[in-house]
């Protein structure tokens, strides 16, 4: 099969490899799209020592199901696979398996591919009014799901008269700012520096897009979720939540500094870091997009696998507007 092959830093080539081998209780899926995710990116720029060259990256994945007993069906990937017999696992919260692996690192390759064997527990069938398109967005909506149930939870006081900033437009932040509504926070800002894109998130998406300028001059937040993960998102965050707000932090963009500790202290500000989504998650995530209660899901640009490195490229010269990229399969 043919594949975008991450070979080393700012390096990708598009080539043929060995097709995936479904092991026990594995599907063999026809990959129909794969997203580019800011962690790609980051392991793109050779930041990620978890995805060492040469690996396959990618791991927001829809699909058809070629072998097995869902063969012929629709589906939306779980890329995160967990042991299911550790106490994380049977507590519900299979996000934290000390075994878990994610598509997209050693041992497991990702789906910029022709194909990909997934386990069938991993897979969701998809409805006939969804596309793939649609549902390859499964993935990343449900960091947002995840990040904003937790955020709800510690919120004090009725979620419902809360007020929330969500910092970055890509489809982590998006995703975010439509699952605060979807669970029942109605007044939501979200900010984004990317004049482009800013514009495309307030005509195409129904958000309350703000400059942070604006965000640094509209108040504080009961809810903070940060969609970014670098130091200045961190600071932004620190400095946006109410006293006695809640900051729910996603993003992985780097690992030091913004954080104001002092502040979050003497304010009693509850800090959540959160990782992908429980498999519960990702199925009540799922359902909300086949309900439409997360708007219309047309946020994307296909482009060809083959011109993968292109995409990788654009993005991170700031070049692209829409949220997020797929990549679809030549064949």
């Known amino acids: 099969m043919k594949a975008l092959v991450y070979t080393g830093p700012e390096a990708q080539a598009y080539r043929d490899v060995t097709d995936p081998v479904p092991s026990a209780g594995e599907a063999l ?48 990937v ?17 996000n934290l398996c000390g075994n ?56 004090f006081g009725n979620p419902a008269d809360a007020c929330a900033l969500v910092i970055g437009g890509g489809a982590i932040g998006l995703g975010a700012a439509l699952c605060l509504k979807a669970q029942g926070i109605d007044k939501v800002q979200l900010v984004e520096p ?42 932004a965050a620190s400095s946006r939540a109410k006293p006695g707000g809640v900051i729910a932090h996603i993003g992985l963009g780097s690992a030091e500094g913004g954080l104001d500790i002092r502040r979050i202290t003497l304010q009693e ?30 946020w994307v640009e296909i482009r060809p696998l083959s011109d993968g490195l292109k995409a990788f490229n654009d993005l991170r010269a700031g070049e692209v507007a829409v949220p997020k990229i797929l990549l679809t399969p030549n064949t």
């Open 29 to 76: 899926i026809r990959v129909a799209h794969t997203g580019i995710c800011g962690s790609d990116m980051h392991a793109f720029l050779g930041h990620d020592e978890r995805r060492p060259a040469p690996l396959i990256l990618g791991h927001e994945v829809a699909g058809t199901v070629v072998s097995g007993e869902l063969s012929g069906q629709r589906v939306t």
């Open 269 to 298: 500000i509850t800090f959540i870091g959160t990782y992908t989504y429980t498999a519960e998650d990702f199925r009540d995530t799922a359902k909300a997009m086949f309900d439409g209660r997360l708007g219309s899901l047309d």
């Open 78 to 94: 779980n890329p995160l696979v967990s042991c299911g017999s550790c106490e994380a696992c049977r507590s519900g919260r299979d």
């Open 100 to 155: 878990r692996q994610i598509i997209s690192m050693p041992p497991r390759e990702g789906g910029f591919a022709d194909y990909l064997a997934m386990p069938e527990a991993n897979l969701v069938v998809v409805p006939d009014h969804v596309s793939d398109a649609q549902a390859a967005l499964a993935e990343p909506i449900s960091c947002g799901w995840h990040a904003v149930r937790l955020a709800r939870q510690a919120l």
């Open 194 to 235: 990317n004049v482009e894109r800013a514009g495309f998130l307030a005509s195409s998406c129904g958000i309350e897009v703000l400059t942070p300028e604006e965000a640094d001059a509209s108040g504080q937040y009961d809810l903070v979720v940060d969609g970014v993960g670098f130091a200045a998102t961190r600071a």
